[in-house]
Nanobody, 125 residues
Framework: QVQLVESGGGLVQAGGSLRLSCAAS????????MGWFHQAPGNEREFVGA????????ELADSVKGRFTISRDNAKNTVYLQMNSLKPEDTAVYYC??????????????????WGQGTQVTVSL
């Protein structure tokens, strides 16, 4: 059974930092690109960042470039999202996703096979 479990969300003041983790099981983690998406109330799920299965390539949404970093540790079957200089507009549920089995970057939801349940990030003024 494939399982993706996000953790690390919480309440933080603007300008603060959070580190999200996604622990994967039930799949060949090092043969899957991984991604992070977020969804605010009333909005569609949006791309945040992605990383190839080797970790050699990354992509970030324009809104988070310079503030967020995506990384992975294949030995731990875990992907991370380091979020710095957080803004109130970053408030959303953040979802981890496992992509199709290729060593590339995927930036749209339909390119992902499995999803976690999400972790809430709230940034206050």
């Amino acid at each position: 059974q494939v399982q993706l479990v996000e953790s690390g969300g919480g309440l933080v003041q603007a300008g603060g930092s959070l580190r999200l983790s996604c622990a994967a099981s039930g799949l060949t983690f090092n043969r899957r690109p991984m991604g992070w998406f977020h969804q605010a109330p009333g909005n569609e799920r949006e791309f945040v960042g992605a990383i190839s299965w080797s970790g050699g390539s990354t992509e970030l949404a324009d809104s988070v470039k310079g503030r967020f970093t995506i990384s992975r540790d294949n030995a731990k079957n875990t992907v991370y999202l380091q979020m710095n200089s957080l803004k109130p507009e970053d408030t959303a549920v953040y979802y981890c996703a496992a992509g199709r089995t290729w060593d590339g970057i995927a930036t749209t939801a339909h390119q992902y096979d499995y999803w976690g349940q999400g972790t809430q990030v709230t940034v206050s003024l």
